[in-house]
């Protein structure tokens, strides 16, 4: 044992704020509903990025795809839609980004590398890794709860892992990480 999972969130809507759960079923593509959504300019098609409008790091998604294309015209001033985006979620990297608690504070410390951002990790498991660094985990499996993650690499804003589905499961708040 190495630590436990201090909380979990899930982002409905890619580049949107996320929202805390007790517990979230994890396939292989992922924690079911996160980023299952993308934000796409209703007059162009082209996608809504955090990058270009930070005001969408403002709004809670809800999940409901209706509510939530309402809420963003109203704070963004413009027609926007929801887009499902074919199969799976709507992820960059890896189907399950990992941050501990201690990386966090390493980084508010400013224990970063040059290049490398502190803000906002976006992270859909928050660990408690008294003695450990999940950095130290790339090549390696790791099992929360029952699920089982193979890690992959460090993120490019540094903090954290990113990590593939080898056994999907349920992992809950207080679950057990053992390496």
């Known amino acids: 044992m190495v630590g436990s999972v201090a909380s979990i969130s899930v982002y409905p809507v890619k580049s949107l704020a996320g929202r805390s759960v007790p517990a979230a079923l994890v396939d292989p593509a992922g924690l079911r509903g996160d980023r299952a959504y993308a934000v796409v300019d209703a007059d162009t098609g082209e996608r809504v990025t955090v990058k270009t409008t930070p005001e969408l790091r403002q709004v809670v998604a809800t ?41 966090i504070d390493r980084a508010e410390a400013g224990d970063v590398p040059d290049g490398c951002s502190a803000d906002d990790p976006r992270a859909n498991v928050l660990l408690d890794l008294p003695d450990g660094d999940e950095r130290t985990w790339v090549g390696r499996t790791v099992r929360v709860g029952d699920v089982e993650l193979y890690v992959t690499r460090t993120p490019k804003h540094c903090l954290g892992v990113y990590a593939e589905v080898r056994r999907p499961g349920e992992i809950t708040v207080g679950d057990v990480v053992r390496l």
């Open 63 to 103: 999940g409901d795809a209706e509510a939530d294309t309402i809420t963003l015209t109203e704070v963004l001033g413009r027609p926007v839609r929801l887009d499902a985006g074919g199969e799976g979620p709507q992820v960059d990297a890896a189907a399950v980004h990992l941050v501990s608690r201690q990386a």
